[in-house]
């Protein structure tokens, strides 16, 4: 074997703070992780519900709690306590146990995930991380590929028809947007030399790959939006085609509040993945960065779950913008866009990252980069073109096919309630 | 088999081997499971359990990148389309059960037996001597079996990728439809010709009624008669909800059975 082929990037050194810990120790982090999720899941269905409420001029929960903060915990209580109802015609055993495959994974994607660099718990020097392997990354992509399990099995052992549709959709989903998910990472490992995340974080002491690998970037945030089933890509739970897709049969009871609950860990890890791949980590950010005691202790907690809480918004951000797009387009967008530039970009990157480490000097790098992509360039121009399709222009009888009834042109629409409540006096505004 | 190697690997920490004992017996309960049972979904479900041993074996042996490329690959990707494939057939079907050549369960269980013999003696025989030797280094294992594949076998490699690209292409060949250039119909198209068609709203859903709520039940117009679109020509209706209705509302039978023999027909 050939070093100069191998050596992509700095060899990696061994995780040796990891394995090492008092049992005690690693119960602790265990429940700490798990107890950092169930808060971020809790958190987010308010905070989502709120933004949301905000988005389309509204207020959103305000009930319980102080500004409605306790809606999700008391949903969630009423889920626990809910009669648990098993339609007589499902698969028993499948039934039961699929709500289980998807959240279970769910759980364990995050244990890789770093939320600090080493801190002291009762004088023991840890980092903040439940585990890590040279595969690290990887982990997460294993979970998530198990957690379609659950959602395929939901939609068969249902043993109704949009419950069927619903986990045919989504397995064909699951696995085209992992792809293209998989295949942004590449670029990452490339320039991290590894697959750990703690040693990615450690690699971006300096600058945050989301600029160097944009392109990567750009479609793994498309991409995890497919994977976690999330608006505006939605269609296997698309309630104006499915109903409630893979999940309509479970209609009640904590069955559901698991497939709820998987679905937003999923999101939480998805946007902790985002950040600790190309957002730097528990780095601070830039303004912040400049204060020296800002990456020490636990500090850097707060940091990565700002960012955990920015791509929260980002993805409610999508639900309350963006309308839900056709299955045949959706699937066109993954495996003929996503995919290929994945695949282009990641060739671009690896020659790159070889040049650099034989030391190739720049203009020869930028010839044997440059001139490849103008001979494509050239044959893209120079191609004969194909005649554009005649588009058949109808003369429509008004008489026998009267237009479909519109508003008129001039229609004055009325003024914004939100301006009312804005001048009303305070506790005049009520109700969402 | 399993007692054998366990005691052949004498030098085994206590983790790895209550590891290896628990999934091990996942494994076979696993495999055995995907041969004996009836349905086809719960024999895949029986195979996922074997796979996710075999990757958490992978982890053990400190191999991680094996573990999880088993996990993501063969569990994650391959058997979920095996799955997909499987749903299709529906919950209530089950395999036939009746037996075309006598005999044959009994040769099965006598010859998988000598044939499970005679691998576990060879793999015994084989592997007694051999002092294992360890993986020299966990964390580089991947550089190792990159170099393996796209160096030191890249022809095989590519070989195997040119074999699967043309499965591929075949199996695109062998589901495509050959269809004249510019008719395919679009989105557009299909909504000009169903606001043309005399009938732009959609179909009215099947019957919702006290005594049933089967898509077999029809709806009924306001003024008692059947509505036929809203049943599928594949369902056969359900007209005796149908007739109680009508006599609950109209009383009339002479109407009812006019509308039996009506849908009858569509049936």
């Known amino acids: ?432 | 088999m399993t007692g054998q190697l366990l005691a052949a690997a004498g030098d085994m920490s206590t983790g790895e081997s209550t590891v290896f004992v628990v999934l091990g017996i996942a494994a076979v309960v696993g495999a055995v499971g995907m041969v004996l049972a009836r349905n086809a979904v719960h024999s895949a479900l029986f195979l996922v359990l074997t796979m996710l041993s075999l990757g958490v074996f992978y982890f053990v042996q400190q191999a991680p990148f094996l573990g999880v490329v088993q996990i993501i690959v063969y569990t994650g990707a391959i058997m979920i389309l095996f799955l997909f494939v499987l749903m299709l057939i529906g919950r209530d079907s089950v395999d036939s059960m009746v037996e075309t050549l006598p005999g044959q369960r009994t040769a099965a269980v006598v010859l998988g037996l000598a044939f499970a013999g005679l691998v576990g003696a060879t793999v015994y025989r084989g592997v007694r001597d051999i002092t294992p030797r360890g993986i020299p280094d966990v964390n580089n294992s991947v550089p190792v079996i990159a170099a393996a594949l796209f160096h030191d076998y890249v022809f095989a490699f590519e070989l195997t990728s040119a074999l699967l690209i043309t499965a591929a292409v075949g199996a695109m060949v062998l589901a495509h439809v050959e269809r004249p250039a510019g008719t395919r119909q679009t989105q557009r198209d299909l909504a000009r010709a169903r606001f043309r068609g005399g009938r732009p709203q959609p179909l009215p859903g099947p019957g919702v009624f006290a005594t049933s709520n089967s898509i077999g039940t029809p709806a009924l117009l306001p003024d008692g008669t059947v509505a036929r679109e809203s049943i599928s020509r594949l369902v056969e209706p359900n007209l005796a909800v149908v007739a109680a209705r009508a006599e609950l509302t109209s009383g009339g039978a002479g109407h009812d059975t006019g509308e039996r023999s009506g849908v009858g027909d569509e049936s």
């Open chain 1, 1 to 432: 074997m050939t070093p100069g082929i191998l050596s992509l990037a700095p060899a990696p050194t061994p995780l040796e703070a990891f394995g090492t810990e008092p049992i005690w120790l690693v119960l602790l982090k265990t429940v700490g992780v798990f107890g950092y999720l169930f808060v971020m899941v809790l958190f987010g269905v308010v905070f989502e519900r709120k933004v949301v409420g905000y988005m389309q001029n509204r207020i959103g929960p305000n009930r319980v709690g102080p500004w409605g903060i306790l809606q999700s915990l008391a949903d969630g209580l009423k889920l626990a306590f809910k009669e648990d109802i098993l339609p007589a015609m499902v698969d028993k055993p499948v039934y039961i146990l699929a709500p289980i495959m998807t959240a279970v994974p769910a759980f364990v994607a995050f244990s890789v995930i770093p939320l600090g660099p080493e801190v002291s718990i009762f004088g023991h020097r840890t980092p903040l991380q439940l585990t890590d392997l040279p595969v690290g990354v990887l982990i997460v992509f294993a979970c998530s590929s198990l957690a379609v399990y659950g959602i395929v099995l939901a939609g068969w052992a249902s043993n109704s028809t949009y419950p069927l549709l619903g986990g045919l959709r989504s397995a064909a989903q699951m696995i085209s947007y992992e792809i293209a998910m998989g295949l942004s990472i590449v670029a990452v490992f490339l320039y991290a030399g590894s697959m750990s995340t703690s040693q990615i974080v450690a690699a971006q002491s300096g600058s945050w790959y989301f600029w160097p690998l944009s392109v990567s970037f750009v479609i793994y945030c498309i991409a995890v939006v497919g994977e976690t089933n999330r608006a505006p890509f939605d269609l296997p739970e698309a309630e104006s085609e499915l109903v409630a897709g893979y999940f309509t049969e479970y209609s009640s009871s904590l069955k559901f509040a698991m497939y709820m609950l998987s679905e937003y860990v999923a999101v939480v890890t998805v946007s902790g993945l985002a950040a600790t791949l190309f957002l730097g980590g528990w780095h601070a950010p830039w303004p912040l960065s400049m204060w020296a005691g800002a990456n020490e202790g636990w500090w850097p907690l707060l940091w990565f779950t700002g960012k955990i809480v920015v791509g929260m918004f980002f993805f409610t951000w999508l639900r309350g913008t963006l309308p839900r797009i056709r299955y045949d387009q959706f699937m066109r967008l993954g495996w003929r866009w996503l995919i290929p530039t994945n695949l282009a970009w990641i060739l671009l990157v690896a020659t790159v990252r070889t040049m650099r480490n034989e030391n190739v000097d720049l203009r020869r790098m930028l010839l044997v980069i440059g001139i490849p992509i103008v001979v494509v360039l050239l044959i893209q121009i120079l191609r004969p073109q194909r005649p554009p399709r005649p588009v058949a222009v109808e003369e429509i009888d008004e008489e026998e096919f009267p237009s479909f009834p519109t508003p008129p042109m001039d229609l004055v629409v009325p003024a914004s309630p939100r301006l009312a409540m804005a001048t009303a006096p305070e506790g005049k505004a009520r109700d969402a």
